[in-house]
Nanobody, 122 residues
Framework: QVQLVESGGGLVQAGGSLRLSCAAS????????MAWYRQTPGKQRDLVAT???????NYADSVKGRFTISRDNAKNTAYLQMNSLKPEDTAVYYC????????????????WGQGTQVTVSS
């Protein structure tokens, strides 16, 4: 059973930094794109950043220049380095991955982590 486990959230003052991690495990043949989303109460889940298997990245305009997504393919892990945090970055951050299972018929599915809370105080 594929699982995504996030860690690294917490409380930080404005201007501070946090690093989120997302570790994928369980019956994985390969991981295509990995991504981070965030969601605040009553609002839709928004895309923050994506990274392909080859390392190509893409960011939401609101985090460009402040956040950096990376991945370690050997560890099936993605990271989100968040610098110069602002109160408006406060949200639950979710990891997402497009994964090929390691058993026939080698299905390609999208998986979500459980979310990790990031709170930025002013």
């Amino acid at each position: 059973q594929v699982q995504l486990v996030e860690s690294g959230g917490g409380l930080v003052q404005a201007g501070g930094s946090l690093r989120l991690s997302c570790a994928a495990s369980g019956g994985i043949r390969s991981i295509y794109a990995m991504a981070w989303y965030r969601q605040t109460p009553g609002k839709q889940r928004d895309l923050v950043a994506t990274i392909t298997e080859a390392g190509t990245t893409n960011y939401a305009d609101s985090v460009k220049g402040r956040f950096t997504i990376s991945r370690d393919n050997a560890k099936n892990t993605a990271y989100l380095q968040m610098n110069s945090l602002k109160p408006e970055d406060t949200a639950v951050y979710y990891c997402n991955a497009l994964i090929v299972r390691d058993t026939p018929p080698y299905n390609l599915n999208t998986y979500w982590g459980q979310g990790t809370q990031v709170t930025v105080s002013s």
